[in-house]
């Protein structure tokens, strides 16, 4: 047993060093490095936002004499300003994190769960599986995202979990066509065939040698397949086919578009668009920054 | 097994390949009733390799050397003839067969930056087929390896990646990996000849140590023939597919037959920029393999030529000593045959040594 329990302590390690060797590539240039602080900052705000905020999102806010504090410009005590309903904006921005990250979560778990599990059966089984699957991924592509999405939206009602089921069912095609062409191009690495040769099954190799080697890039398309999440939920928001009462970043602007009052009110639309733009670009820089560190191009 | 049954036989070998890509291609080829055009990588190829023998494979690149050995690992069909091992040929393994057959044969491959995965430390590379053939180890187990192949201190070397290791440390790993099976059969493909003049020594000085060590047969090939006979008992020339000549090292070396032999060692070159050296006869590039000419393969570049030439040549022995074959016009008497010039000759006649 003792053996056992060796070999799998050397086995963690090993797996150890190439999880902190990828880590330490992608982190070489200063942008990548920048782009992670902030998606560690965001994510620290979607896990403790709802816990520091100084009111609740959806209390409406007085004044001293018990009118509505609507349009409030930022002071010390709202320090994002109120919106059309006397809402705190800042509270609101910290409880939207959580429930665009957790959009984003989701919908990027989902993405990978099927694009990878299409991408490898593809790439590694071939022939007329892979021409059906692939012809399917090409289908998927000729759907317009929106106009679909919001047809599947008045079928299923606009809810939370019925706009992430969405992204996510729509939106994994395209990492489902670069994990089939990395698993077609490290199937015809030398060292798949020398563990051929030594009489690995088709199993082992796809478990040992073609899942961990695709390892860096499944990872990186999953952070991107958040933003792009994060960036289509945005969007449908701000249309008005989501769920309207959970305050994601998308449906503030969308309120306060509806408010009229978008260039006014700037303390309202500024934070929310800010903060899309910021983890969606983040994720971006981060594909770049592994596109530099690596000799694989990252192409969306 | 008893102790002179060879380990390793290739009885008239074939592997060709078809060039047909295209769905249009077929429906002509069926309409026309043509069959596909064939790549015949290897041809007729017929091999016998002998316990503790080391037997080298020599030959232009894409005279099939690769697809030799890749037939014989069982990575391809064979189109026609028969490979056996250890007296059973491998067209009647099952699943437990080929197992056995996976440990047993080994192969070390060209290029050790891309033979080993990245992903893999050296323990884990070296592991890998013991956790697949389900044999107990330890970590002890694969330092002695590493130490067997020249790679100490062995618990420096573990735990490194491959991105770690020069090129010459990798071909070192990925032989410590065909060897921790304890292999009856390891097939080299030129296993040193991407490194540089000093790492080859050393990993053919290496290789020669180690098969005799552990009593292993090796196939080995290459196109570099002082590597081939340095390391080999016994060299196969292989043109476009066939092999034109086999002798024992020296034999070959000394006394090349085939006009191909001969214009190889002809062109090894000799760091002696003073030295007076006869050019080499042949010029040109090999021939097509798609198209190949009727008869003798070399003769379109042959200093020999002869009308006979446009026969297969059969394997003759041209000493008599039943050691060596070559498989040229020139060393046998043509009287028997060329009487019916219009009439080809069969490929598998026995031979009648003049």
């Known amino acids: ?300 | 097994m008893s102790a002179d049954e060879p380990v390793l036989e290739l009885e008239s070998m074939d592997k060709h390949f078809k060039t047909t890509s295209s769905f249009v291609e077929t429906v002509k080829e069926t309409v026309f009733g043509e069959g596909p055009k064939l790549v015949r990588a290897v041809d007729d190829l017929d091999m016998t390799l002998e316990q503790n023998q080391v037997q080298g494979v020599i030959g232009e690149s894409g005279c099939g050397k690769t697809t030799l050995l890749r037939t014989v690992m069982g990575l391809y069909d064979p189109t026609g003839g028969d490979i056996r091992f250890q007296g059973q040929s491998t067209s009647e393994f099952g699943k437990a067969d080929w197992k056995e057959f996976r440990r047993k044969v080994q192969i070390v491959f060209q290029d050790p930056f891309n033979s080993l995965d990245p992903k893999f430390s050296v323990r884990r590379t070296i592991a890998e087929p013991l956790e697949i053939h389900d044999i107990d180890y330890d970590r002890s187990d694969i330092e002695e390896m590493l130490e067997k192949v020249g790679l100490t201190p062995a618990s420096q070397y573990i735990q490194q990646f491959p991105n770690q290791l020069s090129g010459g440390e990798k071909q070192r790993v990925a032989i410590a990996r065909a060897l921790v099976t304890d292999p009856e059969v390891i097939l080299a493909d030129e296993p040193s000849s991407m490194l540089d003049v000093s790492t080859q020594a050393e990993i053919l000085n290496l290789l020669n140590g180690l098969t005799s060590e552990f009593g292993v047969s090796m196939i080995y090939i290459s196109h570099d023939l002082s590597t081939v006979s340095y390391i080999c008992d016994e060299i196969n020339v292989m043109y476009l597919g066939r092999i034109v000549e086999k002798a024992e090292t020296r034999e070959l070396l000394s006394d090349p037959k085939h006009p191909y032999t001969k214009a190889l060692i002809q062109s090894i070159p000799i760091p002696d920029p003073h030295h007076d050296r006869e050019r080499a006869t042949i010029g040109g590039e090999p021939g097509d393999p798609i198209d190949m000419p009727e008869g003798c393969r070399f003769k379109t570049r042959c200093p020999e030529r002869m009308d006979v030439c446009d026969h297969t040549p059969r394997d003759v022995d041209p000493d008599g000593e039943g050691e060596r074959s070559v498989a040229c016009h020139l060393y046998y008497d043509h009287e028997a045959t060329t009487g019916d010039a219009e009439e080809p000759v069969e490929e598998h006649t026995p031979e009648t040594p003049t």
Do not use: C
Request: hydrophobic content about 50%.
């Open chain 1, 1 to 300: 047993m003792s053996i056992a329990d060796k070999v799998h302590a050397y086995r963690n390690s090993d797996l150890a060093i190439i999880a902190r060797r990828a880590l330490e590539n992608l982190l070489e240039e200063r942008i990548t490095r920048v782009a992670f602080v902030i998606l560690a900052i965001i994510l620290l705000m979607g896990l403790i936002g709802p816990a520091i905020a100084p009111y609740s999102y959806n209390t409406q806010q007085t004044t001293d004499d018990g009118d509505l504090m609507r349009y409030a410009e930022p002071s010390l005590e709202h320090p994002l300003g109120t919106n059309d309903r006397g809402e705190d904006v800042l509270s609101r921005l910290l409880y939207g994190a959580r429930a665009t990250l957790i959009t984003g979560l989701l919908a990027g778990g989902l993405m990978m769960t099927i694009g990878l599990t299409v991408g490898m059966t593809a790439g590694y089984v071939g022939g007329r599986t892979e021409s059906f699957l692939m012809r399917f991924v090409d289908f998927m592509y000729g759907i317009p995202f929106i106009p679909f999405a919001i047809v599947l939206i008045t079928f299923f009602g606009a809810g939370f979990y019925t706009t992430v089921a969405i992204l996510g069912l729509v939106l994994w095609r395209f990492i489902a066509r670069v994990i089939r062409s990395q698993v077609l191009q490290i199937n015809q690495r030398p060292y798949i065939m020398a563990a051929r040769a030594t009489g690995a099954s088709t199993p082992w190799i796809m478990r040992k040698h073609i899942l961990p080697n695709i390892a860096n890039m499944a990872a990186l398309f999953f952070a991107m397949g958040v933003g792009l999440a994060i960036l289509e939920q945005a969007g449908l928001s701000f249309i008005g086919v989501t769920d309207p009462f959970t305050p994601t970043w998308g449906i503030m602007i969308r309120n306060a578009n509806q408010a009229g009052r978008i260039a006014e009110a700037w303390w309202w639309t500024f934070p929310p668009g800010i903060m899309i733009a910021l983890t969606v670009l983040s994720l971006y820089l981060l594909g770049r920054g592994y596109e530099g560190s690596s000799d694989d191009e990252v192409v969306v």
